[in-house]
């Protein structure tokens, strides 16, 4: 069975920083290409950045480019984002997603704010 654990997330303030982790299990981790995406409250899902399955390629939306830093650990099948900068619009549910077939996890919940 594909598990997608996310963890890390918490209330930050403005400018602050946040490290999620997304721990997998039930398939072969370093063969997939992954992705975070987050939804905000009442919003729709947005694409924040994906990882190829080795980690030598990573694509980022605009909105967190220069912020956020996604990896990955393939030893140890868990997948990572480091928010840097944060602001307010930040705040949202972040989800790890295989992008073989849009699988996600619970998602872990970011907040930021003052």
């Known amino acids: 069975e594909v598990q997608l654990v996310e963890s890390g997330g918490g209330l930050v303030q403005p400018g602050g920083s946040l490290r999620l982790s997304c721990a997998s299990s039930g398939f072969t981790f370093s063969t997939y290409t992954m992705s975070w995406v987050r939804q905000a409250e009442g919003k729709a899902f947005e694409w924040v950045s994906t990882?190829?399955?080795?980690?030598?390629?990573?694509y980022y939306a605009n909105s967190v480019k220069g912020r956020f830093t996604i990896s990955r650990d393939n030893a140890k099948n868990t997948l990572y984002l480091q928010l840097n900068s944060l602001k307010t619009e930040d705040t949202a549910m972040y989800y790890c997603?295989?992008?073989?077939?849009?699988?996600r996890g619970q998602g872990t919940q970011v907040t930021v704010s003052s």
């Open positions: 990882i190829n399955s080795d980690g030598s390629r990573t």
């Open positions: 997603r295989r992008d073989a077939d849009l699988q």
